[in-house]
């Protein structure tokens, strides 16, 4: 699948974020604010997923 500078530019954008929040889950391990970055990483999982997904259906250079 052909995608567009956009779509990489949006993925890189919440990968960056996702791969912050997960180091930091990892580094506070068992404590509050390690347990929040964890959970704020998997939402920002599916809202990647969403916002690529509605991307891909509306970017004639992508769909």
Known sequence: MK???RFINVRAQ???EINFM???SQRYEGRPSGK???KRAAS??????????????RCPECG
């Open 22 to 24: 997960l180091a930091h």
């Open 14 to 16: 919440f990968e960056r």
């Open 44 to 57: 920002a999982k599916e809202q990647m997923a969403r916002a690529l997904s509605t991307h891909v259906g």
């Open 3 to 5: 995608t567009c500078r």
């Open 36 to 38: 929040s970055s964890a």
